[in-house]
């Protein structure tokens, strides 16, 4: 016997002990060596089957424009997240565990999350990074960034490692953990992505009492975030682009209005604090409601999202203030006052039971008339997007029900659920801003030929793509919106419904034919 007859005698076996049926690879097997490797696939199921490609195509290359750049260390570290990316966007009401179909897919997800080279703050670096690529592209002169914090709770999870209190160190507001998101939007409310996210959870035997607080500088406090965002803002948008900066009343802080500026960076806050007046025996408030209205206009506002919108008559009053520094907290003596505009909107008649406007608003943007004021005000109601963000975040992408047990993983799984509801944003505010374009600037073609198709009960699409608009209208359909005249436009909860319901029938109907289904 030939000592390569006996080796592979040797293999043979060694199937045979493992219960495998191999008997000995012969003479076929060594004519195969010497024609080279095997070419045979790899009999390993996908994470992705071909047959489920013809609806994911569209959402695979935009995944793939917004992690352009992002290093994992091999590329078939970056093809698994793409692919997992493209399946929860496809599939945004759905675990982890339940985003796949097979188990091959839902173990490579877990790896993922589970994996040290998948960094958090690389991924957001380069979703930054994507964000000002667009900035450019579209030429925008300014740029609102949006801030807020949001908590995450997972007090009936117990088995997660790594969280921390959101009420008082006693434990009393449950267990998890906080995200601060900066995120930037067009003048008009077009998501333009995320800029960053600051995410911790507090250590469970810290000191939180209020006495505490008062007696640590801000760089050791919670509310720093708030400079460290104008810091990060400062950095990633173009000098020569103008941002405004918009935070709700936590973030009227006197350090963050006191913070260095280039020329080209703003702010607009709501007020929640009384503050002093150099030079003036009234403080802010009531210097600002005694002063005279400049005008008044009208608008339409929804209280909540089940509410039906409901016009508002406001009258403005505007005028320009210097606040000495607040004596709260640890600072120097010779802290210097700072110039501010301040802007009240106050309702005029407001309907009974229904919760009156009165809005304090403080910029350091260039406002001298009514108009100027409008204009601030418009912005500042632009801040409700980051809100309905974070709700996207924990409704639709259901980041509160994950079950995942460290700390860091939840971290992980949220940067990429954070794509997820940006994209659903992108969506939801690109068909109410410019509801003409093509719906080819969102969906594929496979997508929204379906889309006609199976919300036409079987009628053939059109040769030429729809409206963006009229597809955003038939995706809330099939979500469950019943476009009655009150019911308003399309929101993000049935966008991400009808996404799911969709997506569903595009990966298992074998009923549409493919001539409907067409190319992606």
């Not at 936590?250 to 030079?279: G, K, T, V």
């Amino acid at each position: 016997m030939s000592h390569s007859r006996h080796r592979d005698t040797e293999r043979g076996q060694v199937g045979v002990q493992r219960g495998h049926k191999t008997q000995g690879r012969g003479a076929d097997a060594e004519a195969k060596d010497k024609a080279g490797p095997d070419k045979r696939p790899n009999r390993r199921r996908p994470l992705c089957p071909k047959r489920r490609a013809r609806g994911q195509r569209a959402a695979a290359r935009w995944v793939g424009n917004e992690l352009d750049g992002l290093k994992l260390g091999h590329r078939k570290r970056l093809a698994r997240l793409i692919v997992v990316l493209t399946m929860m966007i496809l599939r945004p009401l759905r675990s982890v565990h339940d985003t796949f179909d097979d188990d091959a897919g839902s173990k490579a997800a877990y790896r993922l999350l589970d994996g040290d080279y998948l960094d958090p703050d690389a991924v957001r670096k380069t979703l930054r990074l994507a964000c000002v690529r667009r900035i450019g592209e579209q030429a925008l002169k300014r740029v609102l960034v949006l801030q807020d914090t949001t908590s995450f709770n997972y007090t009936t999870h117990r088995a997660a490692e790594g969280l921390g209190p959101l009420g008082d160190s006693d434990g009393s507001g449950g267990a998890g953990f906080f995200c601060h998101s900066l995120f930037a939007v067009t003048p008009d409310g077009v998501p333009l992505g995320l800029i960053d996210q600051f995410v911790w959870a507090r250590d469970p035997d810290a000191e939180q009492g209020r006495d505490d607080r008062r007696q640590r500088p801000i760089e050791e406090k919670e509310s720093h975030r708030w400079i460290r965002a104008q810091q990060v803002i400062q950095q990633a948008i173009p000098t020569d682009v103008e941002v405004v900066t918009i935070g709700d009343r936590e973030s009227d802080i006197y350090e963050f209005l006191a913070e260095p500026r280039p020329r080209n960076a703003y702010y607009l806050i709501r007020a929640c604090r009384e503050r002093c007046l150099e030079d003036d025996t009234e403080k802010l408030w009531q210097k600002v409601r005694a002063s005279d209205s400049i005008g008044g206009y009208t608008f339409k506002v929804r209280e909540l999202p089940r509410h039906r919108l409901r016009t508002v008559n406001v009258q403005v009053q505007m005028m320009t203030l210097t606040v000495k520094a607040s004596t709260y907290g640890v600072r120097s003596d010779d802290a210097p006052s700072v110039r501010v505009t301040a802007i009240r909107v106050a309702e005029i008649d407001p309907p009974r039971k229904a919760d009156a406007i009165d809005w304090l608003l403080l910029t350091n943007l260039p406002a001298t008339t009514l108009d100027d004021a409008i204009e601030c005000v418009g912005y500042y109601a632009k801040r409700w997007i980051i809100e309905r963000f974070h709700f996207v975040l924990k409704s639709g992408c259901g980041m509160e029900r994950a079950q995942l047990r460290t700390f860091e993983r939840l971290h992980r799984l949220l940067v990429l659920y954070s794509v997820v509801a940006y994209r659903i944003m992108w969506m939801l505010y690109l068909a109410r801003v410019d509801p003409d374009l093509p719906c080819t600037a969102v969906f594929g073609d496979a997508e929204w030929r379906a889309l006609y198709y199976t919300t036409h009960d079987g009628a053939a699409p059109p040769d030429n793509p729809i409206s963006l608009g009229h597809a955003i209208a038939l995706l809330g359909a099939l979500g469950g919106h019943k476009g009655r005249k009150c019911d308003g436009s399309p929101g993000a909860k049935v966008l991400w419904r009808g996404l799911s319901r969709l997506h569903q029938r595009i990966i298992g109907a074998a009923t549409i034919p493919p001539e409907i289904a067409g190319k992606a």
